[in-house]
């Protein structure tokens, strides 16, 4: 502030303020909006000058005026071109120009607070930022001046009548060993909400001396586990906690407070860093399972040794679900399983809160974000590096992901494996990238263990008012390597020096404790050693078990039951579906190109003709019927990418929509349908949690293209396809993939179905491609409907959504089954068949309706539907079916190195060697290429015709 202030330029900022509050600086509006006739009493020269800005033209009290002492800003200034110039009023400058900096002060504190407080464990000095300092703004906020400032004011939260007396506390609370970000929020309620949480200390109030000695405890058992482990399994990984203790207990309190706000289930994600201690003591499970994982994985020998194989993980990888008893009543406290992929779990935790958060016992479901709580343990080095961080926080206010708050805890320990934060990203903070998804971020010192309490609490409590996510960053160090077998003096040496020097947080804290008289230094070193004699215990208690004979387990791998599912729905009934499809509330009107579509699906009932997209709703109305619930989202979803779907309707008048799946009389389960954001990983991801815990529904993602799949290949790799063989887990989740050469170019012809099939094995998923709705609606039924769950993988159509042949009748659906194989509708003669030309999607059309066709009179099509597991057996049937065949013929549009044929060449040879004549089986198909397929419509075109006149015989 200029130190010649005078009531011109007040004046000046006035006439701003009365035009347009937002052009003013925030603190000479909070000044000028103040309501306090002491505050305004202490400035006299301001109250004038509002008292006369409240009066019209002439000097007279305007009628809209606002009293002094509440000034608003007016609609309008009075209708003259250029404001009258600001009057000559007696003005306190010195007073005015020392509020002024006060306020900017206050700013500075709340938004840049955090580069003064002391947050590094190991001593470092925070940078500071000239603006907090008083004696550094111009004028110098001397003591004197602070005394005269009233602290009410400056709209402080903290004791204290003057500036002078409030100050220490205002910095106490954002530059001590906590600090907060919360100015970058966008909505003002949150703001103040959290200014006033923060700077009361209502979250902040001294522990009794019973809880002081509990967290003391806790810290103590967190330590005697890593210690007892490093003593006991010299150079096995533990990945240690130590350095950022405090997360146990914080994870306590994030517990019972989520209890008292009604949670039934937290659900924890968390990598490699401290997990086996969190494994012990947040989820509950037992010392003596954790230290069997480290005598020889002696836990996963049914997994490993089950017939259908399995290959386990390492013991910092495994789920855990435990019920944890609190004040509150039991929680289920459940530790996702996740792989080495850093931050992969954090969408598939986001889906798993979401599905215990959901009753979808009907409707579009009910969500209720109180029944679970989130938590996510990021790394400081991950939490900046890994985009699919960013994927998942743009999920946590959008409608159909929300889990109504996430507890994110960076467990900062100042390093990424040997990478220094400046090489590791461009932010002074790993959590800098929450601001831009409003999420407030509390900053809190690892050996401040009670801080790092009330910042859980701060968090729990905006959760439960606001329903965000909060960014705590428990900023502390990592005592030893990145694991047990690394020397981290060799890249960080003086990192590592200053570490050696540093005492566990459980001896400065309990020393703390000493001091104060809660407890002698006896009792303090007791409970050190109490936890260790347990574990020193139920070490030896399981060696010596090790002698017994184990007894059998049950197989860890669900197996396949075997079970035949019905599939087909009677007429009648869906008759009667089709029609509650097609009907909409009073009133709604929709769009009429719409509406004769829709009406269409009447005729196309009665007649044949039922396509893709009507085929789906009838599989879907009639599992709803049933109690299925049923989960679909995409990109796109709701109408889907090729405008077949339609299962959302959108009134052209008025905008509202309405969910014909959600209205159906008879259905007992909810029909949840979402366009996702424009993501791949974190979407799919997210499902996959979803289905993790909801085995009960028919979970569903759909990529805009299948070409996009390869965006969440993470995911496909790491969970849907590994997780039964690594970790006994499984789902229903059901991904479909628009799929088929059509001329659209490299990135929209090919969803990588080589991808799939390589990695199936072991019955770990089902792989289909089909070539009709009524397939489709016996394959969403199968999935739906049978016991033994399995990711399903479709190559859905894109040209044949609407394409005649690729129609159904309704006896199709009702009398039909799904096929694995589909033989020749129409053959000649069988024993005139030579050739025997399979294939699997939208080939099979190319084929039958080529000109050329007419000229293979000893030549049969036959599709093959389900590729993984793949139909041997019903392969084998067809084959044996044409008595003179000589030769078999896979033809497929994707290059020979990608498509199915280098996956199932060797099963269609299995089924071919039925056929005595048949020698190979022959390729034809595009040639080994590194793109899928052309970019130029009439070379696709050159090649389809090639490839077609090719599998048929016919050259000319």
Not at 104 to 121: F, N, S, W, Y
Request: with cysteine; hydrophobic share 40%.
């Amino acid at each position: 502030m200029p130190g010649d202030l005078n009531a011109g330029y007040v004046g000046t900022l006035l006439e701003q303020y009365l035009e347009n509050p937002e052009a003013v600086d925030p603190a000479w509006r909070h000044l000028f909006e103040s309501a306090d006739n002491g505050v305004l009493s202490a400035l006299p020269g301001l109250s004038k000058l509002i008292e006369m800005r409240s009066r019209d033209g002439n000097g007279g009290v305007a009628t809209d005026a606002s009293p002094p002492t509440a000034l608003e800003p007016r609609a309008e200034m009075a209708a003259v071109e250029t404001p009258p110039a600001a009057p000559e009023v007696p003005v306190d400058g010195e007073l005015l120009a020392a509020v002024a900096a006060a306020m900017a002060l206050v700013k500075a504190i709340r938004m840049h607070g955090h580069l003064a407080a002391h947050l590094d464990p190991l001593g470092s000095e925070p940078p500071g930022d000239p603006a907090l300092e008083p004696e550094s703004l111009n004028p110098p906020l001397t003591p004197e001046a602070q005394a005269r400032i009233p602290a009410r004011l400056l709209r402080l939260s903290v004791e204290g009548e003057t500036l002078h007396d409030a100050l220490p506390r205002l910095q106490g609370v954002y530059m001590g060993t906590i600090a907060y970000e919360i100015e970058h929020i966008s909505d003002h309620a949150e703001r103040v909400w959290l200014r006033r949480a923060i700077e009361s200390g209502r979250f902040r109030q001294p522990l009794p001396a019973e809880d002081r000695l509990a967290l003391l405890g806790r810290l103590a058992q967190v330590e005697a586990f890593e210690t007892f482990l490093r003593r006991a399994f010299i150079g096995q990984k533990q990945f240690s906690i130590e350095g950022l203790d405090a997360l146990v207990p914080m994870l306590d309190e994030a517990i019972e407070l989520a209890a008292a706000a009604g949670a039934h289930e937290v659900v924890i994600g968390i990598a490699h860093r401290g997990r086996l201690n969190v494994l012990a003591h947040t989820v509950g499970r037992s010392y003596a399972s954790i230290l069997r994982e480290f005598e020889g994985e002696r836990s996963f020998d049914a997994l490993v040794s089950d017939p259908e194989g399995g290959t386990g993980d390492v013991k910092y990888h495994l789920a855990a679900s435990e019920s944890r008893p609190t004040r509150s009543g039991d929680v289920q406290v459940t530790l996702a399983a996740n792989p080495s992929h850093l931050e992969a779990v954090d969408p598939v935790i986001e889906g798993l809160a979401r599905a215990e958060q959901t009753d979808r016992s009907g409707g579009a479901g009910i969500h209720d974000p109180s029944v679970a709580l989130p938590i996510l343990i990021h790394g400081d080095a991950s939490f900046a590096g890994q985009g699919v961080v960013a994927e998942t926080f743009n999920l946590h206010s959008i409608d159909g992901y929300s889990t109504g708050g996430t507890l994110h805890v960076i467990a900062n320990n100042q390093i990424g494996f040997t990478t220094d934060p400046a090489e590791g990203r461009s932010t002074r903070y790993s959590s800098d990238l929450a601001k831009g998804f409003d999420v407030p971020i509390v900053h809190v010192n690892a050996d401040d263990p009670e801080a790092a309490l009330s910042a859980v609490r701060l968090a729990l409590a905006y959760r439960e008012e606001f329903g965000h996510d909060m960014v705590i960053d428990l900023v502390g160090y990592r005592r030893f390597g990145h694991n047990e077998q690394d020397e981290p003096a060799y890249t960080q040496p003086l990192m590592a020096e200053r570490i050696d020097a540093q005492a566990p947080v459980r001896e400065t804290y309990g020393g703390r404790l000493v001091g104060e008289g809660i407890l002698t230094a006896e009792d303090a070193a007791q409970l050190l050693t109490r936890p260790l004699e347990e574990l020193r215990e139920t070490h030896d208690q399981l060696r010596a078990s090790f002698a017994d004979p184990e007894p059998p387990r049950e197989p860890r791998i669900p197996r396949d039951t075997g079970d035949t599912v019905v599939t087909g729905v009677p007429v009648e009934r869906l008759r009667a579906l089709n029609e509650q499809l097609l009907q909409v509330p009073d009133g709604f009107q929709v769009n009429p190109k719409l509406a004769k579509q829709l009406e269409r699906r009447r005729e196309a009932f009665a007649e044949g003709g039922i396509d893709w997209g009507q085929a789906e709703a009838l599989a879907f109305a009639s599992l709803l019927e049933e109690g299925i619930p049923i989960r679909l989202s995409g990109q796109d979803t709701e109408r889907g990418t090729f405008s077949h779907r339609h299962a959302v309707l959108h009134d052209p008048v008025t905008g509202e929509t309405f969910t014909p799946l959600q209205a159906l009389p008879d259905a007992d389960a909810a029909f949840e349908i979402y366009n996702s954001p424009l993501s791949e990983y974190a979407a799919l991801a997210f499902e996959h949690g979803y289905s993790i815990a909801a085995p009960d529904a028919l979970v569903l993602w759909e990529a805009q293209f299948g070409d996009f799949v390869n965006g969440a290949q993470i995911v496909v790799d790491q969970f849907i396809v590994s997780g039964r063989s690594k970790w006994g887990q499984t789902s229903r989740l059901g991904l479909l993939l628009p799929h088929g050469y059509e001329g659209n170019g490299p990135e929209h012809s090919s969803a990588r179905l080589e991808r799939f099939l390589q990695l199936a094995a072991q019955e770990n998923i089902r792989v289909a491609n089909c070539t009709t709705g009524a397939q489709f609606f016996h394959l969403l039924r199968r999935q739906a409907l049978d016991a033994t769950a399995r990711p399903l993988v479709v190559m859905t159509p894109k040209g044949l959504l609407r394409l005649r042949q690729a129609t159904s009748t309704a006896d199709d659906l009702s009398a039909g089954s799904f096929q694995s194989v589909i033989d020749d509708p129409t053959p000649n003669e069988r024993a005139t068949i030579r050739r025997l030309v399979l294939s699997s999607g939208k080939i099979y059309y190319d084929l039958a309706a080529h000109e050329a066709r007419a000229l293979a009179s000893t030549v049969a099509l036959a599709r093959i539907e389900l590729l993984y597991p793949f139909p041997v057996e019903a392969l084998a049937r067809v084959v044996q079916s044409y008595p003179g065949l000589h030769e078999i013929v896979w033809a497929q549009e994707e290059p020979q190195n990608m498509g199915a044929w280098r996956s199932i060449r060797h099963r269609l040879e299995e089924a071919a060697a039925h056929a005595s004549a048949v020698e190979r089986v022959t390729y034809v198909g595009r040639s080994w290429r590194a793109s899928p397929s052309e970019g130029y419509p009439t070379l696709h075109q050159r090649e389809q015709d090639r490839i077609v006149r090719e599998a048929l015989g016919v050259t000319v």
